[in-house]
């Protein structure tokens, strides 16, 4: 044997793949290919200075003086191979694996790790692949002929080899070039396993990889509240992108740092760098070829980690991060990914709640801990309630559940209202995250003061606020700061989330498990009822702005309705607090009735009927005997819904003591004669209720004087129109439509389209008494577009009902069932039955339609009752008189 090289050599490694397959399929051939095998070999170790220095089967051993040399050997060795004619037309495939280091040279042969390395790097490769270690890539990556290329296979664990190895593929033009997966330990990674599956995330899980592979992007940084799932869904994302990152994913847990120091060590540990290497800026030299995925976890308690993250990326720009923070980093291409709260079934049923993430959760959970424990009819309402009442907060759902061992999901329900301080008895949760307040205080404590007063405040609203708001309970505190500047705080530090409200206009609020945590803070401040009178007054002011949008056009009417639906929740939140007062507290009695006396119109247009009864009953009832403008107002509204809901008896006695208060009012001069007009208006209806015509003309009569000494046309249209009814019942039908043509007139006069739309129902009504079916079925038709749109419960309602009999009169009877029906439920539902003169006014083309249909009669009114008013509406087509539908349509 020749003199060995000494100093810095290559050495490679080379065998068969799949030697024994082979020779099984050859059999005697197989000597023919393994001679073949070693004159190609050969000739390539040769034609660049090769040493052989052993071979033993198929393998070979050879050690060349320079990197290049042996690159060079390897390159011509895979293109002959492929070349050669193999007996059998079979493929003989040879992996070769180069290292460059410096060996000992000991008794004619090198020892030492960089031979042990060389051979591992080949038994790693596969057949057609040539592998080579970072020191060989290194000489000759400047130097390689056009037709060849080094592919970088990130950093691989070899066995029995401490240090990960950086490893490379010599890709040749002609020859295969892609490969399975090296078979090396696996790329040097360092994820923990988590104990269950990840399960309700399929589509969040399948976003966050699709986006970690996006070009270009290099940080993606997982925001949402304490407990929502960031690092599961970070962890699970991480699992899946390990064959896109050569040099392996880390995670990396820095909830305990403090410091960038810190931050930096941990880093650099998980890593494995040595220590000398572990803080800038060896550690960047450290990382600057990393091709790696970092999960940096729980980086919202530390200062400076944005900076750390710009540096490591700005070093390494192969290098990519999925960051978990409740708040994001503000970093130059950081790509802000809330996680969302667990997806909650719209109905309890088996099925739908078997889909929804919070409830399969909930599932695994209590499995756990009662292997028994299974979704059913009997407990999947309790479950799916437990689930939304806990916000779909992972965590929560997780503490929950942990409970199912003692408890069924319906006492767990009923215990919910210490939901906070559900505990984890393991032991390998987190402090931080071992109840909900803790893991909620969390984010809490690290915010300033101001944002911490502006956070407890936030609590007083159940419907989220408006920048409005937030400045109405929060003005002391907020001092010269923008509230958009503070609530900006707050949802970097997901306390609290901004959506969109009427308008456009941010909206704030927050899960309701933190909104309990933040009243709680606030009661122990000793602010809370200070804080919930600011709440209630602000309430008062938007419903009393609103009250101007239930005249007008119905563009205005909508939006009204809209924005009163969006305070709805706060509405019902301040009156239980102004209700709750212990003790005789006049101004809670005071907001109490301001409260309802603003969301009364609302109440009756929405349908809230039982609602708006309950409430203002309450504050009746909390106000007592001190009779002020706002009780006088309160007994009218509340007069208004026994009437819908029938209760005439109670109703007439709520509108004789609303006129009797507003009367002693005026006596001392505290009067309102719109209001009091608008309370004899509600006495006449009751009046003609209970039958009582006459006296029911004599209220209308006098509430259109009351409103015509002020000139309130708008009031003096609302009495002729309740005045038009009561000449219809009386059977005065052409008075009846004279009275609604005027009404109509003012209506349209004042630009009041909702009051128009109204008279000109009800004066469709009294054509088709009069005999004038055709035209009032032509009106009718008209109007079902503009009622639609306006979505007003009690017109809808009403207006189905006299559509139909309408219909019913000219011959339509399948569609008047239909709508009677559809109206029925309706009245069953909303607890509203229908009121005598109606029931006078439309039982004879009911009648008549019944008999014509016979038997298909039950039919279609059985599909009426089993649709909604505005799809029953919707359903009917043009209709015209001239052609009715007949009998047995």
Request: glycine share 8%.
């Amino acid at each position: 044997m020749d003199v060995l090289p000494s100093g810095t050599v290559s050495l490679l490694f080379s065998d068969i793949e799949g030697s024994t397959a082979l020779l099984s399929r050859l059999g005697a051939s197989y000597a023919d290919a393994l001679t073949g095998q070693r004159r190609v070999l050969r000739a390539a170790w040769a034609a660049y200075d090769g040493t052989e220095l052993g071979t033993e089967g198929d393998s070979f051993y050879v050690v060349f003086s320079t990197a290049g040399a042996a690159v060079a050997a390897a390159t011509r060795a895979q293109r002959d191979l492929a070349a050669f004619a193999w007996p059998g037309g079979e493929q003989v495939r040879v992996r070769i694996g180069i290292h460059t280091g410096s060996p000992e040279v000991h008794e004619g042969a090198y020892v030492g790790m960089d031979v042990h390395r060389a051979a591992r790097i080949a038994a790693a490769a596969h057949g057609g692949q040539v592998v080579v270690s970072e020191s060989t890539a290194s000489l000759v990556a400047g130097s390689l002929p056009a037709d060849v290329v080094l592919r970088d296979l990130g950093s691989h664990q070899l066995k029995d080899i401490p240090r990960a190895a950086h490893l490379f593929q010599v890709s040749v033009a002609g020859l295969q070039a892609d490969f399975p997966p090296l078979k090396t330990l696996g790329a040097v990674s360092s994820l923990p396993t988590p104990t269950t599956p990840l399960v309700g995330r399929d589509a969040e899980l399948a976003d966050l990889v699709a986006l970690v592979r996006s070009p270009g992007l290099r940080l993606v940084t997982l925001t949402g509240p304490g407990g929502a799932g960031k690092t599961r869904l970070a962890i699970g994302a991480a699992a899946r992108l390990m064959e896109t990152f050569p040099d392996g994913v880390f995670f990396v847990p820095l909830a305990a740092a403090t410091t960038p120091e810190v931050m930096w060590m941990t880093i650099a540990e998980v890593l494995g760098a040595p220590a000398e290497t572990r803080l800038p800026p060896a550690f960047l030299e450290h990382v600057a070829h990393l091709s790696a995925l970092l999960v940096l976890d729980n980086l919202e308690q530390l200062p400076g980690a944005d900076a750390v993250v710009s540096q490591l990326l700005g070093s390494s720009p192969r290098t990519v991060v999925i960051a978990t923070s409740r708040r994001p980093l503000h970093v130059s291409g950081e790509h802000e990914h809330p996680v969302p709260t667990l997806e909650l079934p719209d109905r309890p049923s088996l099925e739908e709640a078997a889909q929804s993430g919070a409830v399969q959760l909930f599932v695994q959970q209590a499995s756990m801990v009662r292997p028994s424990f299974a979704l059913s009819d009997d407990n999947v309402g309790d479950v799916v309630e437990v689930c939304r009442r806990l916000d779909g907060l992972p965590l929560a759902i997780e503490l929950a559940a942990a409970r199912s061992k003692l408890l069924t999901p319906a006492a767990l329900l009923a215990r919910l209202g210490t939901a906070l301080e559900l505990r984890d008895p393991g032991v390998d949760r987190p402090t931080r995250q071992q109840t909900l307040r803790a893991t909620i205080g969390w984010s809490h404590d690290l915010l300033p003061a101001t944002q911490q007063a502006v956070f407890c405040r936030l609590g007083v609203f159940a419907g989220g606020a408006d920048l409005e708001g937030v400045e109405a309970v929060c003005a002391d505190r907020l001092g010269d700061t923008d509230p958009l500047d503070v609530v900006a705080d707050l949802v970097d530090a997901s306390l609290v989330s901004v959506g969109q409200g009427p308008g456009g206009e941010p909206r704030v609020s927050m899960l309701e498990t933190v909104r309990v945590y933040a009243l709680d803070e606030l009661r122990a401040t000793g602010e809370l009822d200070d804080v919930r009178r600011r709440h209630a007054a602000y309430v008062v002011a938007v419903l009393e702005a609103l009250e101007a949008l239930q005249r007008g056009a119905v563009d205005r009417l909508l939006e009204g309705r809209q924005r009163f639906e969006t305070e709805h929740d706060n509405v019902r939140e301040a009156l239980a607090w102004a209700l709750d007062a212990p003790g005789a507290d006049p101004t809670r009695a005071d907001l109490a009735m301001r409260l309802c006396l603003g969301a009364s119109g609302w109440w009756q247009d929405c349908g809230c009927y039982s609602e708006a009864r309950g409430w203002l009953e309450r504050a009746i009832a909390l106000a007592g005997h001190d009779e002020s403008p706002e009780l006088a107002g309160c007994l009218t509204a509340l007069t208004t819904v026994f009437g819908i809901q029938c209760d005439f008896a109670r109703a007439h006695g709520t509108a004789t003591r609303s006129v009797a208060v507003w009367r002693q009012l005026a006596e001392d001069g505290r009067g309102d004669n719109e209001r009091l007009s608008s309370a004899l208006r509600a006495l006449g209806s009751c009046e003609l209720n209970l039958g009582h015509a006459d006296a029911a003309r004599t209220a209308l009569q006098e509430a259109v004087s009351v409103a015509a000494v002020v000139g309130d046309r708008g009031a003096v249209a609302d009495a002729l129109r309740v005045l038009a009814f009561v000449e219809a019942s009386e059977q005065d039908l052409e008075r009846a439509v004279e009275l609604a043509e005027d009404a109509i007139t003012l209506y349209d006069d004042l630009g009041d389209e909702h009051g128009a739309m109204r008279l000109r129902h009800s004066h469709a009504c009294y054509l088709r008494l009069i005999g004038r079916a055709d035209e009032a079925q032509r009106r009718m038709q008209d109007l079902v577009p503009d009622v639609l749109r306006l979505g007003d419960a009690g017109a809808l309602l009403v207006l189905a009902e006299d559509y139909g009999a309408v219909l019913a009169e000219v011959g339509h009877h399948h569609e008047a069932a239909l709508l009677l029906g559809a109206a029925d439920t309706a009245r069953a539902r909303e607890g509203a039955p229908r009121e005598p003169p109606q029931q006078a006014q439309i039982e004879a083309p009911y009648a008549v339609a019944r008999v014509a249909l016979a038997d298909a009669w039950d039919r279609s009114y059985a599909s009426g009752r089993a649709m909604g008013i505005e799809d029953a509406l919707s359903s009917l087509p043009d209709i015209t008189p001239s052609a009715p539908r007949s009998p047995s349509a």
